[in-house]
């Protein structure tokens, strides 16, 4: 939320949060949460959430303000009944979330703050019992420990690997006898972008047989 005021990001939540429980909140409702006197003091900041292009606002509705997709990725997250955003080409240096990269919504997954779908691509991860085709439930809001698996992103492709840190060194291993782990050596690959994504929390596989 760094891009827009706390205040105008505090409403948005509210309205968010409303959403999440299949309903549309009041403007005295979210001035309630907010501690403002006044609903009016929330229509200044909807007004400017809409001008940005967070919020719609239908005149011809009574609680009419609900969130647009740029205002669910500007905070973050997607709607609970949406499902889990499923992840694409990740461009190098552009935030993980951004609208760009999704190829989707796994829907058979709950959303919850944090969480994105990759789908995994090759038998590296297959002695984990992760195949072609699955779909790897990633939480980017917490960090991987050393030797269990979780999302990385070299240069702008994703990859699924047991992470292991050795000093400067980062490995990623595969779980396939076949491969050889990759070493990123923190002064040989200086240059190369490496993010750490996050770590696995479960894969779900879609049988379509």
Known sequence: ????????????????????????????????????????????????????????????????????????AVLGRTPANRGVPIIGHI????????????AGFLQDVTARNGRIALKIRGDSMIEAGINDGDYAIIDTTQPVASGSIGAVIVEDEATLKVVRKKGSDLILEPRNKKLK?????????????????????????????
């Open 1 to 72: 939320m760094s891009t827009i005021p706390p205040g105008q990001g505090f409403v948005l939540t509210c309205y968010a949060d409303a959403e999440d429980e299949g309903r549309q909140a009041s403007r005295a409702e979210v001035a309630e949460l907010c501690g403002y006197a006044f609903p009016s003091a929330v229509s200044k900041h909807v007004d400017a959430l809409v001008r940005k292009g967070y919020l719609i606002n239908e005149a011809e509705k009574k609680r009419n303000v609900r969130l647009t997709d740029a205002g669910w």
């Open 181 to 209: 782990p990759l070493v990123l050596s923190g002064k040989k690959n200086s240059g190369t972008e490496v993010r750490i994504v996050g770590p696995l929390l479960f894969t779900v596989r879609q049988d379509f047989n």
């Open 91 to 102: 461009a190098a240096g552009a935030p993980i979330l951004a609208q760009e990269h999704q």
